[in-house]
């Protein structure tokens, strides 16, 4: 996915980055990283990468908003002034250059995720301040004991730091959340689409059946709209929900071959076998788009000797449909329909590894055979 492999590739740029960098501003004595303590260093470390790739995800942004990205800077600069002076102050384990370190954590996290600290904020701040309290109380007034010493190198120090993986670990699951959120409402947005480009043209197909017959004043026009009447309720409401009944399904393929067979006066040939379970539940309007297919391009090209042969089983929840037709082969209508390419688009939103649609033509003949698994 584009969005994934922007992250990948900022990433990969900040961890080039930030390695070599914590190893020249240690070399040159600006940081110290406790030997004795490599899981503090890991965490630094990993920090400060994640903080540089999700600046270089968002470079783009910086152009954009140079605003933003100047406050950043202050910040910075801000932040490693008070560190000079603190240093030059030389009073150890200063909780006021805690509490610098806290603001400025803070301060560039809201910068770099706005949304995501003002939902969490109240909980980082509180835990810090809980935190800091107590880490003044042991400094002020049993800074000398051999407890404090114990507690600042084996509680304080990891106390600070735990939050943070933890906290970037559940800023990329929202992020990844947020992506798939992206992709399901772009997947809901095209299969609408999807649905309102067949209906149409399925409502087109069968309001030419009806005006012939009503031409004709044929008796047949009652029945006609009484399946009409049903096919559109079919289409309008169940073509809404995720799943539907495959028996409901049959019924709307049987209807649309009714329909069709009363405005046909040649000899066509219609078989239409199914063998379901009960409890099957499938995506709606599926089926429909081969079988206007099957007419269209294949009945309605023939003036004799048409047929469409039609199998529908289903087993284990497992659904198997296969279409035949024949087809007028001097036929050299080169306008293409939406339909199979609809069929094809819609099968990988609903069906994304759980389907296959195989196609065979000859000269004469048109098979497709669709499985959902």
């Keep these: 996915m584009p969005q994934f492999n922007k992250i990948l590739k900022a990433f990969g740029i900040g961890l080039l980055i930030v390695v070599p960098l914590i190893y020249l501003l240690e070399r040159i004595g600006f940081i110290i990283l406790p030997e004795d303590r490599p899981m503090e260093t890991t965490i630094f470390g990993f920090v400060w990468w994640v ?11 910086f152009k954009k908003h140079k605003v933003i990205l100047l406050k950043l800077l202050v910040l910075l600069i801000s932040f490693i002034v008070l560190l000079i002076i603190d240093e030059r102050i030389n009073y150890p384990d200063n909780p006021i250059s805690l509490l610098i370190l806290l603001f400025f954590w803070v301060g560039l996290a809201h910068i770099l995720f706005p949304k995501f600290v003002e939902k969490h904020g109240k909980i980082i701040i509180g835990y810090y301040v809980f935190i800091l309290t107590i880490f003044s109380y042991f400094r002020f007034f049993q800074h000398e004991t051999e407890l404090y010493s114990t507690l600042k ?16 670990g559940l800023w990329i699951y929202e992020q990844y959340k947020w992506i798939k959120s992206l992709q399901n409402e772009k997947s809901k ?37 009484l399946k009409l009447s049903d096919m559109m309720r079919y289409t309008i409401y169940e073509g809404k929900k995720e799943l539907v009944s495959l028996k409901e399904e049959v019924a709307y393929l049987q209807n649309y071959i009714d329909l069709h067979k009363i405005r046909h006066h040649k ?17 709606p309007l599926l089926f429909i788009i081969l079988l206007e ?32 037709n024949n087809f007028d082969d001097t036929d050299h209508n080169t306008v293409k329909g939406i339909g199979l390419e609809n069929l094809k688009h819609r099968l990988d939103l609903l069906y ?20 959902l698994n």
């Design 51 to 61: 903080i540089i790739s999700v600046m270089i995800y968002h470079v783009s942004f």
């Design 153 to 168: 190198h084996d509680l304080f120090i990891p106390l600070l730091i735990l939050p943070l993986p933890v906290l970037i």
């Design 352 to 371: 994304p590894n759980k389907h296959q649609l195989t196609i065979h033509k000859t000269n004469t003949t048109f098979k497709g055979v669709l499985q």
């Design 293 to 324: 297919n099957a007419f269209k391009h294949g009945v309605e090209t023939l003036t004799e000797d048409a047929y469409i042969h039609i199998d529908l089983q289903s087993k284990d929840q497992k659904v198997l449909f296969s279409i035949e």
């Design 189 to 225: 947005a095209e299969l609408a689409l999807l649905k309102a480009q067949v209906n149409p043209h399925f409502f087109f197909n069968t309001l030419n059946n009806l005006y012939s017959l009503t031409v004709q004043n044929s008796d047949q026009a009652p029945g006609v709209i």
């Design 267 to 283: 000899n066509v040939v219609i078989n239409f076998t199914h063998t379901i379970e009960s409890d099957v539940k499938v995506a």
